[in-house]
């Protein structure tokens, strides 16, 4: 159950495009379609951005997308806007009914 | 509306106890597995338990093993964790989530959990 990979901080400017990685192993991201992504603000209660790997829940943005390759998904938001600046965490299954979580990446809007 | 309302933290000495609850609206409580992931200060998120929709099947993350119990009462639309030996590591809030497949699509507001002398 060791934690999955982020980079501790990713920068952008309105508009642009960022990626967030999350680096797991041959036990849970390569495993299995099953990563999830939250956003989650100060002080509040993180919220589910994408889920099976690229999935989008209802009414979800669609300037946040998800993808996989091997032991490593990705989290893309487009269109950079202000509100976007948050934590972001990663989260895919480990088998036997378990879970685990990056240890999360903090997005600054420039 | 989904609502995930937990309570039950607050201040514990190391080694004593506490239970936690969540209380679920706005959905078919027993149709759903459910979770709890803790956020310690300044940390990042923690997986913590699963529980099935029966209530038989549970699991928990390593650090809690033995210590902790998660339960559910589905005639109440109630959700539990029930922790014991509490150490100064698991100072943290508490979040309960309804966890359709393995992700988390509902979250409450958190309880916070301090262990303290």
Known sequence: ?110 | EVQLVESGGGLVQPGGSLRLSCAASGFTFGSYWMSWVRQAPGKGLEWVANIKQDGIDKYYVDSVKGRFTISRHNGKNSLYLEMNSLRDEDTAVYYCARAPLFYFDYWGQGTLVTVSS
Not at chain 1, 32 to 56: C, F, T
Not at chain 1, 67 to 77: D, H, N, P, R
Request: net charge neutral; charged share 15%.
């Open chain 1, 1 to 110: 159950q060791s934690a999955l990979t982020q980079p501790a901080s990713v920068s952008g400017s309105p508009g642009q495009s960022i990626t967030i990685s999350c680096t797991g192993t041959s036990s849970d991201i390569e495993s299995y379609n099953l990563v999830s992504w939250y956003q989650q603000h100060p002080g509040k209660a993180p919220k589910l951005m994408i889920y099976e790997d690229s999935k989008r829940p209802s009414g979800g943005s669609d300037r946040f997308s998800g993808s996989k390759s091997g032991k490593t998904a990705s989290l893309t938001i487009s269109g950079l806007q202000a509100e976007d600046e948050a934590d972001y965490y990663c989260c895919s299954y480990a088998g036997s009914s378990t879970l685990v979580f990056g240890g999360g990446t903090k997005l600054t809007v420039l």
